[in-house]
């Protein structure tokens, strides 16, 4: 089996390749990145001796790129991750995200059509459903909540979304496409929630929280999502999509608490800053769907999987200062100078 993994070198995607390539070692795993500011090479460090792996940089809206590498490397299936996928920089930049989310996905689709690939997977977001009310703790996002998109980002997911559905009706392609909750775990880009917490609770710094940080989110952790899309890409229905979720919510605040508690931190790090504009308040998955068909559970409880990340944080400071510094965005030149 040959896999292309885009945005493999990403938060999800990185951790991805890794799951994949120990799950399923006689895989061939084509890791496909534009390494832009969250893309970082130093996350596939481990596997990039592994005589499955291969490592392409490239961009997935370059269509003469993409059909190149589809026709040299005649891959199985497809799993894109490949995205902008920050709230704050849409809003301040929504045409990039239209460009990659949109625009890429579209161009991933008519390779895959082109080249007859027998699975395109599609890693969208709860996002697309928009948010739901604090004070409805019975509420939970199903398969078949309408979208109802709340920033540029989840537009364009939502947008994407509805290109790869579009394909499979009109064209037949064989696509599934899985919407999960908040991802937490190693190699989380430090401008996320958890690992921006961390390191800036490491250094004593401000802890800035958004408007009273009473914002729920549902965690997933991630090697728990990648067990997810492997069972999904195996044994999931074409054309379906599935809700992955963790079950496990929390209001910003206690998250953010809880990164103190376990770093043995002072609260007076808080620092409450003014609100994102149109700030989801609440998601929730109901996960039913895969549990079902597939026999899919999270494994990870929040409590468990926040001391592991917190622990890898502690682990692998050279890894999220080299990020902070810059100075990781050398590293593909060092790796690939010479090759």
């Keep these: 089996m040959k896999i292309i993994v885009t945005g493999g070198a990403g938060f999800i995607g990185g951790n991805f390749v890794h799951y994949m390539l120990a799950k399923h070692p006689s895989y061939r795993i084509i890791c496909l990145d534009l390494l832009t500011y969250a893309g970082n090479m130093e996350t596939l460090a481990p596997v990039v001796g592994h005589e499955n792996f291969t490592f392409v940089k490239g961009d997935i809206a370059d ?17 894109n991750f490949a995205a902008e996928s920050h ?20 161009v991933l689709l008519d390779a895959c059509k082109k080249y007859s690939i027998k699975r395109f997977h599609q890693v969208s977001t709860d996002e697309v459903y928009g948010d739901l009310p604090l004070d ?35 064209f037949k392609l064989p696509v599934t496409i899985s919407r999960c909750s908040n991802n937490y775990g190693s190699y989380h880009f430090p401008e996320k929630l958890i690992p921006l917490m961390i390191a800036n609770a490491l250094n004593d710094k401000k802890l800035p929280v958004y408007g009273t940080g009473d914002n729920v989110r549902d965690w997933l952790y ?7 899309i492997d069972l999904i890409i195996h044994n999931g229905r074409i054309g379906e999509v599935y809700n992955v979720g963790g079950h496990n919510e929390r209001t910003n605040l206690e998250v953010v608490k809880t990164i103190i508690r376990e770093l043995g931190k002072d609260e007076n790090l808080i620092q409450y800053v003014t609100d994102r504009p149109g700030h989801d308040r609440r998601y929730a998955i109901d996960p039913t769907k895969i549990k079902t068909e597939l026999g899919w559970e999270p494994a990870t409880l929040f409590d ?3 001391k592991k990340t917190i622990k890898w944080y502690l682990d692998n400071k050279a890894w999220w ?19």
């Design 63 to 79: 269509r003469a790129f993409i059909y190149q590498l589809f026709e040299t490397e005649k891959p199985d299936i497809i799993v």
């Design 87 to 106: 709230v704050d920089r849409s809003i301040e930049d929504p045409e990039i995200f239209l460009q990659t989310n949109v625009i890429g996905t579209s």
């Design 222 to 228: 991630v090697e728990d999502h990648c067990s997810a």
């Design 321 to 339: 200062e080299r990020i902070i510094s810059g100075e990781y965005q050398s590293y593909y030149e060092k790796m690939y100078a010479d090759r």
């Design 304 to 306: 468990e999987g926040i």
């Design 136 to 170: 409805r703790l019975d509420l939970f996002f199903t398969e078949e909540t309408p979208l109802h998109t709340s920033s540029p980002y989840s537009a364009s997911k939502a947008s994407a979304d509805l290109l790869v559905q579009a394909y499979h009706r009109t």
